[in-house]
């Protein structure tokens, strides 16, 4: 499931070409119907494969999003090549160039365009998460319980899947779509290693998602490289410290455990 969030993004480019090649504009609301439209049909086509064939989920999401982000390249190349749909900024990103966006005047600041749509849907996202927590809660780790209790697992599941696919969407012009999918997973699965309740959980993400941004700007500003590149990069490091030193499943203290476990088989065999 983790993974969903990759198909669908690459997933989304056909959808955003369709949109353009039958409305011949850009406009953001257009490409937003395309992207969540295609989010869908990825989403189904995943379900209908692993249902219908003996293919198993993680085969049918490659089989999907692959065939599907072929059909977008092939479009764009064949009907869209003259047109500045630059298939390197959907796929990295450049959130350096951020600042040169055209923006608004906020309280006699110049917050640019990219920064307010993230923020509106940072509060969209916020506020259906409170709405729809217990929902969102007991379909995700027991599907027959929701079942039983009434809640429509079918809708919650694509209600989120079309949340995910405008994350994604908004996503794009900011940091691409490569570094959506680091910022999907490496914040809750490093959160996941020190807590198992779902509120620390969502907590830490957005801590752990907040420092990935502020240390890759200072990694990427010391090693003059790429900020998007960074960021990852010090996420995957704060990572494996915590997988290292995780007081509840650390590999320091699982080694600890194991060597007194030998201990004491050992002294168990001599007495």
Not at 125 to 151: C, H, N, P, Q, R
Request: hydrophobic share 55%; glycine share 8%.
């Amino acid at each position: 499931m983790a993974l969903v969030g990759d198909a669908i993004s690459h997933s989304l480019l056909p959808g955003i070409a369709i949109v353009f090649l039958i409305s011949n504009s850009r406009s953001t609301g257009l490409m937003v119907t395309g992207a969540l439209g295609a989010g869908l049909v990825t989403v189904w086509l995943i379900e209908f494969i692993h249902k219908k064939t003996r293919v198993k989920p993680d085969a049918a999401l490659g089989v999907t999003f692959t065939t599907l982000f072929s059909i977008g390249v092939i479009l764009i190349s064949v009907f869209a090549d003259k047109v500045d749909l630059d298939l390197e900024c959907v796929l990295y990103g450049e959130i350096g160039f951020i600042y040169f966006e055209d923006g608004k005047s906020i309280f006699g600041l110049e917050v640019p365009r990219p920064v307010i749509r993230m923020a509106g849907t940072l509060l969209f996202v916020t506020l259906l998460l409170v709405l729809f927590y217990k929902e969102m809660l007991v379909t995700s780790f027991d599907s027959g319980l929701a079942t039983s209790l009434g809640i429509p697992t079918g809708w919650v599941y694509y209600g989120l899947m079309m949340v995910l696919s405008l994350v994604i969407v908004f996503s794009f012009e900011s940091v691409g779509a490569i570094m959506v999918i680091a910022m999907l997973i490496m914040p809750s699965v490093t959160a996941a290693l020190l807590s198992d309740r779902l509120p620390h959980i969502l907590v830490m993400t957005v801590s752990f998602s907040s420092f990935y941004a502020l240390s890759g700007l200072h990694l990427a500003s010391w090693l003059n490289c790429s900020p998007a590149g960074a960021m990852v990069v010090s996420g995957f490091a704060l990572f494996c410290m915590v997988w290292a030193l995780s007081p509840r499943r650390g590999l320091i203290l699982l080694g600890i455990k194991k060597y007194r476990h030998k201990k004491a088989e050992q002294f168990a065999r001599e007495l």
